[in-house]
């Protein structure tokens, strides 16, 4: 976690990455660039014309504030908090203890931790990231072209999720083009990003602390590595709340993870339905939903999981003929459906224009927290038992 600058071979990527870096450090717009967790679409932190651009790309609401991406703790001391006296231990001088375990362990990763808005460095964080909250947010992710850009720029970058607002998150940049194309001047594609689902945001100055989004780091690895302080950790279970409710994460009641068409969710339950049972409860659960939606359905989409995978539904479930199915697994691990849940969501919403997705939800544990968390949110109420 030093900030030492990156050594990158080929010249391709060199330029492309020297030319994000410019456009962050001496312009007022922006970029998007991979992380491990999804796309994001990065301006300065300490420029509020940067952060502007960010949230008039995205048609983002400005009092949602944004996460603070950093390559090392020491430009979070340097060019944050103004501080160029730290080194070796107390580089962590600026950090609540109840960050420090977790820090060591997982970062640089998709962990986002919430700091006091530092009273020395309000002249360089751009308040308009903090969205009028006490704190602001900030990571340090761990994909080699984040962290190239961030250093090579010195800069401290804004970056949500480059998606639309409301979109699912982008996991590889033709998702971003799709969203962003003529909004933003620079795409570096660097591939899929491996986690696929956001960090997990966790707040250590509340007490007890709590988690407030789950993401790519679960909530039984930030209990068994924070140490202490983290045992008695809190999970905010909310899943939307009103629009002028003051809350501690201010995304939570905005429209999320939307695509085009209806979602219905799955919800596992555990009650020893057998497999046959449950493919009828599904061929009720779609012919239900043909004959209440005011437009006709011709294509649903089934995201299957654990329960489904392997079935061979468009033959078992007997729909009428003129009703497309498209089946696709999301993946058998909880990694698995993790990294694909978005890609998939958005594969059959904006090319096969399907009108109705059907998912198979999972248990909300490991990775199945942050999976259900952006499902239900996807489906927006939409949850039936299964
Ligand atoms: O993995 C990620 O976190 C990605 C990549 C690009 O790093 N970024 C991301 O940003 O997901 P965004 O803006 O889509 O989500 C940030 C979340 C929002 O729910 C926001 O409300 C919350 O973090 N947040 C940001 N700053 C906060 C603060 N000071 N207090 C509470 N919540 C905050
Ligand atoms: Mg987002």
């Not at 995978?309 to 009428?320: A, I, R, T």
């Not at 003129?322 to 978005?342: H, Y």
Request: net charge neutral; glycine share 6%.
């Amino acid at each position: 976690l030093d900030g030492s600058l990156p050594t990158i071979s080929d010249p391709k990527t060199k330029e492309a990455l020297l030319e994000a870096a410019r456009i962050i450090r001496e312009t007022e717009d922006t970029v998007a660039f991979p992380t491990e967790t999804v796309y994001g679409l990065g301006g300065s932190s300490l420029n509020d014309k940067s952060v502007l651009s960010i949230y008039r790309a995205k048609k983002r609401p400005s009092d949602n504030p944004l996460i603070t991406h950093v390559s090392s703790i020491d430009q979070l001391n340097r060019r944050i908090y103004e501080d160029s006296s730290s080194s070796g231990d107390s580089l962590l001088k600026n950090i609540p203890h109840s960050y420090h375990a977790l820090i060591s362990k997982l970062w640089p990763g998709p962990l986002t931790i919430l700091l006091a808005v530092p009273l020395s460095g309000i002249k360089t964080l751009s308040k308009l990231t903090t969205g009028d909250q006490p704190t602001f947010a900030v990571r340090i992710p761990s994909n080699p072209v984040a962290r190239a850009l961030i250093a090579l720029s010195d800069t401290p970058i804004a970056a949500p999720s480059a998606n639309a607002s409301t979109r699912p998150s982008p996991t590889l940049a033709s998702h971003v083009y799709h969203d962003l194309k003529g909004r933003i001047p620079l795409i570096l594609d660097g591939g899929a990003c491996n986690i696929g689902v956001e960090s997990t945001v966790v707040d250590g100055l509340s007490q007890p602390p709590s988690l407030l989004r789950p993401g790519g780091f679960t909530y039984e690895q930030i209990i068994a590595l924070g140490g202490s302080d983290w045992t008695d950790c809190k999970v905010e279970r909310r899943e939307t709340v009103g629009e002028t409710e003051k809350v501690r994460t201010p995304g939570m009641k905005y429209k999320h993870y939307s695509p085009s068409a209806k979602v219905i969710l799955l919800v596992p339950n555990t009650d020893g339905t057998s497999s046959s049972r449950r493919i009828e409860r599904l061929k009720e659960i779609i012919e239900d939903e043909c004959t209440s939606q005011q437009e006709v359905v011709k294509t649903i989409a089934i995201l299957t999981s654990s329960r489904l995978n392997n079935k061979p539904l468009k033959d078992l479930l007997h729909l009428k003929s003129d009703i497309k199915i498209v089946v696709e697994s999301l993946g058998s691990s909880g990694e698995e459906i993790q990294a694909n849940l978005f890609a998939t969501l958005r594969k059959v919403d904006e090319t096969e224009k399907v009108d109705l997705i059907v998912v198979e939800g999972v248990p909300e544990v490991d990775e199945g927290l942050a999976v259900m968390n952006r499902l239900r949110k996807a489906a927006a109420g939409s949850a039936v038992p299964f």
